[in-house]
């Protein structure tokens, strides 16, 4: 009777965590939401901003490469290095290489240093 009678208090007290933890995901969701709405009315252009976020070629390369790996896979994207990479008049242009005994086509990545934005992206066979 004692052992039945603790198994039922445990699965009400799992019930109430279950139900606590899922309303905090709800609230998560909901501050996101908020957050994203927020952020979508007020989005300011680059010249409000105070700082580049992506101001040096090592953080251009590495921010590159998490989109590129994504899409087209880490071994092909690494196998066009070394990478062409130029910052002009604050965007990023980078293109992958290839050995001149290979034939094909290599990424080419334009992006804002200011807030991150692609402009270009895109890569030929």
Known sequence: MKIGILLIIGIL????????ESEKKSDDLKHAEQL????????????????????KKENAINYAEIILFELYGKEKIEAEKPYKINLINDYWVITGTLPKEMIGGVFKMVFDSWNGKVLILEHRK
């Open 13 to 20: 007290i799992s019930t109430n965590l279950q139900a606590q």
């Open 36 to 55: 994203l709405e927020y952020a979508l009315k007020n989005k300011s252009d680059r010249t409000e901003m105070k700082f580049k976020l992506i101001p």
